[in-house]
C-alpha cells in the first residue's frame, strides 16, 4: 500500500502566485516525521522542510510552509510568490519507523513567467 | 567543501560488467544510505549503514552489495550489470536514525547500463 500519496503529476502556476503541493500519508505511528524536498533539473535532491508529528505549529522555512493537518493524514507544502527558480520535482517523504525516509512519486512543478 | 561526494557521476557500462560507486561524507554523520531513483523519478532505499554496521537491506538483488569501511564512507559494488539496473543512485546521510530532519543527499550517480 502507497504510504505517501502526492496526487499531483505536474503543475504549472504563474510567477508570483502561491502554490500548494498536496501529499496525503498512511501510518499507524505515533511519531513520525514528514519532509519535502526539492530536486531542480541538474538533478540534486535538496531538503526544504520539516514537520514532527508532535509540532503543534505548522513547519515555515522562508517562502515555505507545510500545512499540517494531522487529522486528514496531510502534509502540503505551500510556496508563496513563486519564482521561476522553484520549476522542479518536489517530494513528499515520511520517515517510516526508525531507520528509513520513504518517498511520494513527486510532483513536477512548472513557473510560468 | 561538499558534504556528502559521490564518484562517479556518470557511469555507462555493458551488461555483465562490475562496476562501483563510491561516497563520502564529511559532517560526521553516523548513518549513511544508498537511494535508486528510477526513470519514473520514484525514490527507493535500498540500503543503509550505522556507524559501518548493516541496518536495511530492502529487497535488492544480492548483486548489489554494500561496503562501510568507516562511518564516512558507504560504496556499493554491483556485479553482472543488468539493463535495469540503469538509474541515478543516491547516497545520503543523516546524523543519526531515526533523527527528525532530512538527509544531506549527495549529487547522485547515473548508471547507464547498454
Known amino acids: 500500500a502507497q504510504k505517501i500519496t502526492q496526487t499531483q503529476p505536474g503543475m504549472f502556476v504563474q510567477e508570483k502566485e502561491a502554490v500548494t503541493l498536496d501529499c496525503t500519508y498512511d501510518t499507524s505511528d505515533q511519531s513520525y516525521g514528514l519532509f519535502w524536498y526539492k530536486q531542480p533539473s541538474s538533478g540534486e535532491m535538496i531538503f526544504l522542510i520539516y514537520?514532527?508529528?508532535?509540532?503543534?505549529q505548522n513547519a515555515t522555512e522562508g517562502r515555505y510552509s507545510l500545512n499540517f493537518q494531522k487529522a486528514r493524514k496531510s502534509a502540503n507544502l505551500v510556496i508563496s510568490a513563486s519564482q521561476l527558480g522553484d520549476s522542479a520535482m518536489y517530494f513528499c517523504a515520511m520517515r517510516e519507523g526508525y531507520d528509513k525516509i520513504i518517498f511520494g512519486k513527486g510532483t513536477r512543478l512548472h513557473i510560468l513567467p | 567543501d561538499t558534504a556528502v561526494s559521490q564518484t562517479p557521476k556518470y557511469l555507462v557500462t555493458q551488461m555483465g560488467n562490475d562496476k562501483s560507486i563510491k561516497c563520502e561524507q564529511n559532517?560526521?554523520?553516523?548513518?549513511m544510505y544508498w537511494y535508486k531513483q528510477d526513470s519514473k523519478k520514484f525514490l527507493k532505499i535500498m540500503f543503509s549503514?550505522?556507524?559501518?554496521?548493516?541496518?536495511i537491506n530492502e529487497t535488492v538483488p544480492n548483486r548489489f552489495s554494500p561496503k562501510s569501511p568507516d562511518k564516512a564512507h558507504l560504496n556499493l559494488h554491483i556485479n553482472s550489470l543488468e539493463l535495469g539496473d540503469s538509474a541515478v543512485y543516491f547516497c545520503a546521510s543523516s546524523l543519526w536514525t531515526g533523527a527528525n530532519y532530512g538527509y544531506t543527499f549527495g549529487s547522485g550517480t547515473r548508471l547507464t547500463v547498454v
Open positions: 559532517l560526521g554523520h553516523d548513518t
Open positions: 549503514y550505522n556507524n559501518k554496521e548493516l541496518i
Open positions: 514537520q514532527g508529528s508532535y509540532d503543534e
